[in-house]
């Protein structure tokens, strides 16, 4: 399959979903809990913001002024309609970028937010790399998948080996983290619920009409397959397995 064709088919699979991976607001409302003086002169970046669940529920929760970056332009379009539709246009401004390669100035931000998404540069770059961004004393909160427990079943850890062969221990990632000159401020486990409300159960529903729309294309049903295997994985074995949300402070 095409890496563009691969790529078109993921969004449309994807549209409409209120979160591209696993996530909640009371999720995120408890993370944001952790960062201290939040407050209208907070400027916050939200990296790989997909629509923007975690976004507006950063806006909503706080008066910090928020720029959202993501790849794919209709995600960044939808988003400021939403901050228009809402009002908050003024402190909630979304753009098109890559996380690996950010040109904002240096100490541009004070809050650095990434849900579910580091993994896509790996953490140790990632907190590498956009330490400069931050404000002296700056903070950083992500969510990245982690074993919960040893020696997982056979599938499961095939599965993951195949998917994100860098997942590691929460302990492991804990200790990462700290070696990379970070304070771990705070961290919890997403819920369940945070990943099937939230996530897999609106995934499903897609995945059923995403089959139907695209009956006559083996490339279409092939993708549907693979999101639907991860939903069983997950509905099997995610007790071995889960996200870690982390809050922490640059040293």
């Known amino acids: 399959m095409a890496p563009d064709r691969v790529t078109a088919l993921f969004f449309k699979l994807f549209s409409g979903l209120p ?15 952790f960062v201290p003086d939040v407050g209208p002169r907070t400027r916050i970046l939200d990296i790989g913001c997909g629509t923007g669940g975690q976004t507006l529920v950063l806006a909503a929760s706080s008066p910090a002024r928020i720029v ?36 904002f100035a240096d100490g541009s931000f004070d809050l650095i937010w990434c849900e579910g998404a580091i993994y896509n540069v790996g953490v140790e770059r990632g907190l590498g790399d956009w330490r400069r961004l ?23 850890a095939a ?31 997403l819920s369940d619920s945070a990943w099937w409300d939230d996530y897999y159960r609106p ?8 089959r139907e729309r695209h009956g006559d294309l083996p490339d279409a049903q092939e993708l549907a397959d693979q999101c639907q295997h991860e939903i069983d994985i997950w509905h099997a074995h995610s007790e071995f397995y889960g996200y870690e949300f982390l809050v922490l402070q640059a040293r």
């Open 19 to 33: 979160r591209q991976g696993p996530g909640s607001a009371a999720d995120t409302r408890r993370a944001l809990g």
């Open 68 to 103: 959202a970056i993501d790849t794919h332009p209709p995600f960044i379009d939808a988003l400021n309609r939403e901050a228009r539709r809402l009002g908050i246009e003024d402190r909630l401004l979304a753009c098109v970028a890559d996380m690996r390669s950010l040109d």
């Open 134 to 156: 931050l404000s002296p004393n700056g903070h950083i909160a992500l969510s990245e998948a982690c074993w919960r427990k040893p020696s997982p079943p056979a599938e499961c």
């Open 159 to 189: 599965f993951w080996n195949r998917e994100y062969p860098a997942i590691r221990s929460t302990s492991a990632l804990l200790q990462a983290v700290e070696a990379c000159g970070y304070t771990i401020v705070g961290h919890f486990p």
């Open 203 to 210: 995934l499903q529903d897609n995945i059923s009409a995403f």
